[in-house]
């Protein structure tokens, strides 16, 4: 059966107001939640960027029983993956089987903060491969030491250690990067109804759960849909590679100058108030072979939407 799941967005909400959101999607009778791990948003006027492993502490207590997973980490050049493992561990334990741990390579706006350079792809899948390596050996509870092409760990043990594995979820858009995930990791995560990397994931073994993710806005009238994602996710219709290699919410906005709103709709980002059009759109996702589907609900008002998803969407599509 598809789950439905709702996006907690880091990059447009503090960290207070997102448990709330948490707290609310629950409620509604929504199966999962997915929350962002950034340093920056994607352009100023979503606003925020709080540290997702603080606030993830906060939802633990403020949910029962939905299933919560980040969306996802890159735990390679900001933070070290040991303290990566660390949060990893302790949210772990907060929450029990709900969590799901989802890695990527990332993206140059949240990881260059630190002076490191921004490498091309394919040293950064390698760097997520030792990563993953040394984050499984710590999450065994043994002591680990590591002299590693990119990482160094020396004599570090994590005391507070789930007794099991955490369940891992691999970004991937391209070819190379679902294979590694169906080798390295329990599932696959992507944005979007994409069918290419679930061929991809699967052609190469993998048979985890596939999560995406719907961009979209729900407001009384499409035209304030689109108006809302045109000022606080016009990224949502860049093209190509631009997310994962500008460096800045500032170079974001100026590559937003060349968006149109009429480019929104051609993104497919969904600004229709009329619930069939979201169905539809969970209904593509889920034929391009997703399990897990998750909205975004774009701009401040999200108990709009949740009140929609909850009274117009969800009873169609659980």
Not at 235 to 250: D, K, T, Y
Not at 259 to 270: F, N
């Amino acid at each position: 059966m598809t789950q439905i799941g709702y996006t907690l967005s880091s990059e447009e909400h503090g960290p207070n107001e997102l448990v709330d959101i948490a707290r609310r999607a629950e409620d509604a009778g929504f199966d999962f939640l997915s929350i962002s791990d950034h340093f920056h948003p994607w352009v100023s006027a979503q606003g925020e960027s709080p540290f997702v492993w603080s606030t993830l502490g906060g939802i633990a207590e403020a949910t029962e029983d939905i299933e919560v997973g980040v969306g996802v980490t890159c735990p390679t050049i900001r933070i070290h993956p040991i303290n990566v493992a660390h949060a990893v561990a302790t949210v772990d334990e907060m929450f029990g089987d709900r969590f799901t741990f989802g890695v990527g390579t990332g993206e140059n706006l949240n990881e260059h903060v630190t002076g490191e350079r921004w490498p091309e792809h394919d040293v950064r899948l390698e760097m997520l491969d030792e990563a993953m390596d040394v984050m499984s050996k710590l999450w065994t509870g043994e002591t680990v030491s590591h002299h590693g092409e990119h990482f160094t760990v020396e004599n570090a043990r994590l005391y507070t250690c789930p007794d099991e594995q955490p369940t891992t979820i691999g970004s991937a858009f391209g070819p190379q990067t679902a294979e590694w995930v169906a080798e390295n990791t329990d599932g696959l995560w992507c944005s979007g109804p994409k069918e290419a990397p679930v061929e991809a994931y699967e052609d190469a073994g993998g048979d985890g759960p596939k999560y995406t993710q719907l961009h979209g806005c729900y407001a009384e009238t499409e035209d304030e849909a689109v108006d809302t994602v045109y000022e606080y996710w016009p990224n949502g219709s860049m093209p190509g590679e631009l997310s994962q290699v500008l460096p800045n919410p500032a170079h974001f906005e100026q590559a937003a100058q060349l968006v149109e709103k009429e480019d929104i709709a051609e993104s497919g980002t969904t600004t229709s108030p009329d619930p069939q059009d979201h169905i539809d759109s969970i209904e593509q996702a889920v034929d391009a072979g997703y399990d897990h589907v998750y909205f975004h609900q774009i701009g401040p008002d999200q108990e709009l939407a949740i009140e929609f998803y909850e009274e117009e969407v969800l009873p169609s599509v659980q």
